[in-house]
C-alpha cells in the first residue's frame, strides 16, 4: 500500500499561474483506498504581507487524489511533531522544521 494509517505527511498544492496561492497541508492519514486519502491536518499558506507561510488554526479533514498529478507528498518521520510544524525561509529555499534535529528543505523560488 502507498501510504498507511497514520503516517505523517506534507501535501504541497501545485500552483497553476503566478497569482495562485501557496496552499501546503501537514496531517495524518487517516485512510487511504484506491489513490485517495482521508488526511486530518491543518492548512499552512503564505502571508502576502508578511511574505511568510503560517498555519491556519482549525484542523481539517480532506480527501486528497494522489494520482490527480496536482499534489506533491512528502512523507514525514514518525518522531515529527506536527503541532511544531514552521516554515523558515532560508537563502533561496524554504525549510520545514518541528524544532528539533529535523526538517525538510522545499523548493519555492517563487514565493515572494
Do not use: C
Request: hydrophobic share 40%.
Amino acid at each position: 500500500m502507498i501510504l498507511q494509517k497514520g503516517e505523517k505527511i506534507h501535501v504541497i498544492h501545485r500552483r497553476h499561474f503566478d497569482k495562485d496561492p501557496h496552499r501546503h497541508f501537514v496531517g495524518v492519514v487517516d485512510a487511504y483506498e484506491h489513490g485517495l486519502a482521508r488526511i486530518t491536518g491543518h492548512i499552512f499558506t503564505v502571508d502576502l504581507v508578511k511574505f511568510s507561510f503560517f498555519r491556519r488554526p482549525e484542523v481539517r479533514t480532506r480527501i486528497v487524489s494522489l494520482t490527480s498529478g496536482d499534489v506533491l507528498i512528502n512523507i514525514l518521520p514518525p518522531s515529527v511533531d506536527l503541532d511544531k510544524i514552521v516554515y523558515k525561509q532560508e537563502k533561496k529555499a524554504v525549510r520545514v522544521t518541528d524544532g528539533s534535529q529535523w526538517h525538510m528543505e522545499i523548493s519555492e523560488f517563487a514565493w515572494r
